[in-house]
């Protein structure tokens, strides 16, 4: 279990984190978008950001494994990134900014995985994965938060190049934050620990299966994140009302991710993904709908069914099935998944908007969305250590009979898998 200087490091860094990225998810863009660039430029900026993140993440996790440290890998990637920041105001090429991308990408994946891999090592023995993530990453939505708000009440900081400094600042700011959290004790290094722990983990087919779904879900989520705050622009909206949309979903966030801590170390894994999958073809939709930008607030309500259940339930679905020596390297894996998907997505987004329209974009992510969300509700299993088992020997429900389909739903693949569906 984490002890309380622990959790105050580590609620701290995410503040700080999640703070700067206020900054880059809204503004960000439109700074680019102020030097230059097109829409299509910027898909292929994001599409660099997370290419070379996923590329790196699985053999930093297996680096982190093999030293069995986490701290200076996280703590010297949060000073890099804050100077990456920096140098965007010097930036006067796309090429410049594709090379930035490209180191930014490698350190914010980095600092994602071996963030998730520091909680998991504390927390795995107990059961408490899911319910310690809640709690710690509640604090990034509060930074997100206050960044935003801060935006919606004073514009101008992030008129042009105001917000860089910010960005830097607030990053280094994570880093420091990092350096009191303790390290679970382990052995000393293992060299050969890790060499052949991707094929171990992929050997698993229902990690495997989980993966592609997840890949089609966040293809579309991030993909319709990534240019919505060009869309409400492209609607009439102001930058202060950008900064509130964003505000309105982080609050939305911050009660579900307590919830679905507890209630996935509970209930299982498998029912907040479901939901998770479901909602987000439906959000997608009514993003495409959108004709008046205040009309956003209503849609981000969604936000906590989407991105909280899927980012807490991820994490530790792939944890219970990653051995204690890959436990790094298995969120390296679902981080790689993720940083495809930010690659593909938002270029094939920025493609398809800049033929047609934002709104067409988002109609398109739909049909993504929904071709994920068949892939688990047909073949995922729950990856829980004490509630999966046997898939030809389900266990009986507990509920009233009229209700079994949805709690069938909720807590079985469609098609029934052979053999055990968790290791």
């Known amino acids: 279990m984490l ?14 984190a999640f703070a700067a990225i206020g900054f880059v998810v809204g503004f960000v863009p439109l700074f680019l978008k102020s030097r230059g660039l097109t829409l299509t430029q910027i898909g292929m ?7 070379s993140g996923a590329a790196a993440q699985v053999p930093m996790g ?9 701290k200076p890998l996280i703590v010297g990637g949060t000073l890099v990134l804050g100077a990456s920041y920096l140098l965007y105001g010097l930036a006067e090429s796309f090429a410049a900014f594709c090379a930035l991308y490209l180191v930014g990408g490698i350190v914010f994946f980095t600092i994602v995985t071996l963030t998730n891999a520091l909680i998991s090592d504390w927390t795995v023995a107990s059961r408490s994965t899911a319910a310690t993530f809640g709690r710690t990453r509640i604090w990034g939505s509060l930074g997100f938060i206050l960044t935003l708000s801060l935006v919606s009440a004073l514009p101008v900081i992030v008129e042009g190049a105001n917000l860089l400094p910010g960005i830097a600042l607030l990053y280094w700011l994570s880093g420091m934050a990092i350096v009191p959290v303790s390290e679970l004790e382990r052995p000393g290094r293992q060299p050969h620990a890790a060499l052949s722990g991707v094929p171990k983990l992929l050997g698993n087919a229902n990690l495997t299966v989980f993966l592609l779904a997840f890949l089609m879900y966040r293809l579309s989520e991030v993909s319709g994140m990534n ?5 409400l622009q492209e609607l009439g909206g102001n930058n202060s009302l950008i900064a509130m949309a964003f505000v309105a979903s982080a609050v939305v966030e911050i009660p579900f991710m307590v919830w679905v801590g507890r209630a996935s170390d509970r209930i299982g894994r498998r029912p907040p993904l479901v939901v998770a999958f479901l909602v987000l073809p439906l959000r997608l939709f009514l993003y495409s709908r959108l004709v008046d930008p205040m009309d956003v607030f ?7 069914l989407t991105f909280s259940f899927m980012l807490v339930s991820s994490l530790v679905f792939v944890a219970d099935l990653s051995p204690g020596e890959l ?3 298995g969120q390296g894996l679902l981080n790689m998944t993720s940083g495809v998907a930010m690659a593909v997505g938002p270029f094939l987004g920025g493609w398809v908007a800049d033929r047609t329209s934002i709104s067409s974009m988002y109609g398109l992510l739909v049909w993504v969305a929904l071709g994920g969300a068949l892939v688990f509700l047909l ?32 807590f079985r693949p469609l098609i029934a898998r052979r053999g055990k569906v968790a290791d």
Do not use: K, N
Not at 3 to 16: E, K, P, T, V
Not at 62 to 70: A, E, F, G, K, Y
Not at 227 to 231: G, Q
């Open 3 to 16: 002890r309380a200087r622990d959790r105050i490091g580590l609620s701290a860094h995410y503040f700080f």
């Open 45 to 51: 900026l994001a599409a660099v950001y997370a290419l």
């Open 62 to 70: 297996m680096l982190s494994d093999r030293l069995r440290r986490r």
């Open 227 to 231: 240019y919505l705050s060009l869309y």
């Open 298 to 304: 209503f849609v981000q309500m969604f936000h906590g």
């Open 327 to 329: 436990r790094a390297t």
């Open 379 to 410: 073949l995922v299993c729950e990856s829980h250590p004490e509630l999966s088992g046997d898939s030809r020997d389900p266990r009986p429900m507990s509920c009233p009979r009229f209700l079994r389909p949805l709690a069938r739903i909720l």
